[in-house]
């Protein structure tokens, strides 16, 4: 019975990825298919302390507008990423984060960019799905100063020893001085494999729906990643 449920829910919700992905490339333009691996390694301590350094590439295959390709095979950028976490109890952990973007070695219009990441994070253990919420605020210094509000919710279910699935839903809200704010939605569906000792892999789709409110353009990741836990 419990397998049934689970088994209907994680169709439903990817019943409405797919349904939302449809909508999106359907209504906007432009549409762009990426890829963006990342890895990152985590260094444990006795005490409640964690410690994660991390990189990551994005690749841009191809970028459509009105069915029209006007941008391929490009790199978008390179990042180097470093977060200290603080668990507060097995549920829960506060984080600070620092992230710098090569950009400019791959077009030398755009700015490197630095961003400071405060973040909270709690998963509901033993529950059914085991929700998890992720807040986090952004300092985003480039060619102008972003700060941005994130809010993501997720759902996880095993599928067996090694196999897992998850799915969630991300809000984002961005504001620039003089500027109109903008807001984004984006829908992740990932699988991940734990089957070796101290690694675990993932790979997935996500969909981004950036600036819904006022110029919607939509946005395809393929991700994968790898992650070691020393």
């Given at each position: 019975m419990m397998f049934q449920k689970w088994h209907i829910s994680l169709l439903f919700l990817a019943v409405l990825f797919l349904g939302n992905s449809r909508i999106a490339l359907a209504q906007s333009t432009p549409r762009s298919l990426l890829w963006e691996p990342e890895f990152d390694i985590t260094l444990p301590s006795d005490n409640s302390w964690e410690f994660t350094f991390g990189l990551a590439n994005r690749y841009l295959f191809q970028s459509d507008l009105n069915d029209e390709r006007i941008l391929e095979d490009?790199?978008?950028?390179?990042?180097?990423?470093?977060?200290?976490?603080?668990?507060?109890?097995?549920?829960?952990?506060?984080?600070?984060?620092?992230?710098?973007r090569f950009?400019?070695?791959?077009?030398?219009?755009?700015?490197?960019?630095?961003?400071?990441?405060?973040?909270?994070?709690?998963?509901?253990?033993?529950?059914?799905?085991?929700?998890?919420?992720?807040?986090?605020?952004?300092?985003?210094?480039?060619?102008?100063?972003?700060?941005?509000?994130?809010?993501?919710?997720?759902?996880?279910?095993?599928?067996?020893?090694?196999?897992?699935?998850?799915?969630?839903?991300?809000?984002?809200?961005?504001?620039?001085?003089?500027?109109?704010?903008?807001?984004?939605?984006?829908?992740?569906?990932?699988?991940?494999?734990?089957?070796?000792?101290?690694?675990?892999?993932?790979?997935?789709v996500e969909l981004r729906r950036e600036d819904y409110t006022g110029a919607p353009s939509s946005e395809i990741y393929i991700l994968s990643s790898a992650s070691i836990q020393l």
């Amino acid at each position: 019975m419990m397998f049934q449920k689970w088994h209907i829910s994680l169709l439903f919700l990817a019943v409405l990825f797919l349904g939302n992905s449809r909508i999106a490339l359907a209504q906007s333009t432009p549409r762009s298919l990426l890829w963006e691996p990342e890895f990152d390694i985590t260094l444990p301590s006795d005490n409640s302390w964690e410690f994660t350094f991390g990189l990551a590439n994005r690749y841009l295959f191809q970028s459509d507008l009105n069915d029209e390709r006007i941008l391929e095979d490009d790199q978008q950028h390179f990042e180097l990423n470093q977060f200290t976490t603080y668990k507060t109890s097995s549920n829960a952990a506060f984080s600070l984060g620092f992230r710098y973007r090569f950009r400019e070695i791959f077009e030398g219009s755009r700015q490197d960019e630095f961003r400071i990441i405060e973040q909270f994070t709690y998963k509901h253990r033993g529950t059914f799905l085991t929700p998890a919420h992720r807040i986090r605020f952004e300092q985003r210094f480039r060619e102008l100063t972003i700060y941005r509000l994130r809010y993501r919710i997720g759902i996880a279910q095993p599928l067996n020893e090694d196999f897992g699935l998850s799915f969630s839903t991300e809000f984002l809200y961005s504001m620039v001085k003089d500027l109109r704010p903008e807001t984004d939605q984006r829908f992740t569906l990932k699988i991940g494999n734990s089957s070796f000792r101290n690694l675990d892999l993932s790979a997935g789709v996500e969909l981004r729906r950036e600036d819904y409110t006022g110029a919607p353009s939509s946005e395809i990741y393929i991700l994968s990643s790898a992650s070691i836990q020393l």
